[in-house]
C-alpha cells in the first residue's frame, strides 16, 4: 500500500517562504513522477508544479513560476516544493500526488495520478 505524506505547510506573511515536504512509504518515489496540486476554497484542484521521474525535468504553472522550485531527493525518499515571495493567492491545501507505473511522463492532470496524501495547509497573509 503507498502512502504519501506532505508536511511544512503553515501561516506566512506576503513575500515569505515556505518549504513542503512529500514523503513516500510502503514503496519508493524513485522512478515515479511527482506533481504537486493546489485547492483554494471554492476553487478546483490546480497542478502547480510537476517533477519526471528521471528529476531532470520540472514544469510549472505559470502563476508560480520564478517563485517556486520542485526538487526530488531519491536518497531521502522526498519531493520538495520550496516557495518564495509568497502571496495571499497562494493561500491553498497543497496536495502531493505520485503515479501508479514507473516511468511515466508528468501529467499536468490530477486525473493521471494515483497516489495522494491528504494535504498540508498553507495561508499567506497579507
Known amino acids: 500500500q503507498v502512502q504519501v505524506v506532505e508536511s511544512g505547510g503553515g501561516l506566512v506573511q506576503a513575500g515569505g517562504s515556505l518549504r513542503l515536504s512529500c514523503a513516500a512509504s510502503g514503496r519508493t518515489f524513485r522512478s515515479y513522477p511527482v506533481g504537486w496540486f493546489r485547492q483554494a476554497p471554492g476553487k478546483e484542484r490546480e497542478f502547480v508544479a510537476g517533477i519526471s521521474w528521471s528529476g531532470d525535468r520540472t514544469y510549472y504553472t505559470d502563476s508560480v513560476k520564478g517563485r517556486f522550485t520542485i526538487s526530488r531527493n531519491n536518497a531521502e525518499n522526498t519531493v520538495y516544493l520550496h516557495m518564495d515571495s509568497l502571496k495571499p493567492d497562494d493561500t491553498a491545501v497543497y496536495c502531493c500526488?505520485?503515479?501508479?507505473?514507473?516511468?511515466?511522463?508528468?501529467?499536468?492532470?490530477?486525473?493521471?495520478?494515483?497516489?495522494w496524501g491528504q494535504g498540508t495547509q498553507v495561508t499567506v497573509s497579507s
Open positions: 500526488a505520485t503515479r501508479r507505473r514507473m516511468y511515466e511522463s508528468t501529467s499536468f492532470r490530477r486525473e493521471d495520478y494515483d497516489y
